[in-house]
């Protein structure tokens, strides 16, 4: 059987029975672990809110779409983006495709949106040459205002499914 050894000096919890030590130890290390247990909990159920879908369409004022570029909702801390697909449509993502954006008030941005067609393609296996004053140049095909969110006068505030559709002007 279970023999107990006496410690040569007194023992907080008593006698100094071992078992009883290793008891009190565990009993006291308990506390410990259901405060990690709720903090972790706490972590992932605030930090991990779920997104919500934010979709719309650019167009430019006389209801042409834009095609090329990308919309970006953008606060100091948050960041969300979509590319503007062929039709004009964009929907916004935060860090995985289709994951939508945090609740929030977000000021607009559009980037990205240059006509290269005109511009000889660059092999994917070098490197992109140096630009020299008489090679051709992107043409901005929206007004450079919209490349800045503090000077696009676009904000949206999202709360809940939202449908935000942005009318641009040529440059």
Not at 49 to 65: A, H, I, Y
Not at 116 to 134: C, E, K, W
Request: overall charge positive; charged content about 20%; some cysteine.
């Amino acid at each position: 059987m279970w023999r107990t050894r006496k410690l040569p000096f007194p023992s907080p919890i008593g006698r100094g029975d071992i078992r009883k030590r290793r008891f009190a130890a565990l009993r006291n290390r308990t506390p410990m672990k259901h405060l990690f247990f709720l903090i972790i909990v706490t972590i992932l159920f605030v930090g991990c809110g779920q997104g919500v879908s934010v979709t719309g369409k650019v167009t430019f004022s006389d209801g042409q779409p834009l095609t090329v570029g990308e919309v970006v909702f953008q606060t100091d801390t948050r960041m969300a983006s979509g590319r503007i697909q062929p039709n004009g449509s964009y929907k916004l993502s935060s860090t995985t495709e289709n994951d939508g954006v945090p609740p929030g008030k977000y000021g607009v941005k559009i980037v990205g949106t240059y006509d290269t067609s005109h511009m000889p393609p660059i092999p994917a296996d070098t490197l992109p040459p140096i630009p020299s004053a008489d090679a051709p140049q992107p043409i901005p095909l929206i007004d450079a205002k919209f490349e800045r969110t503090e000077t696009s006068g676009l904000t949206c505030e999202v709360k809940g499914r939202t449908t935000f559709d942005i009318t641009v002007t040529k440059p």
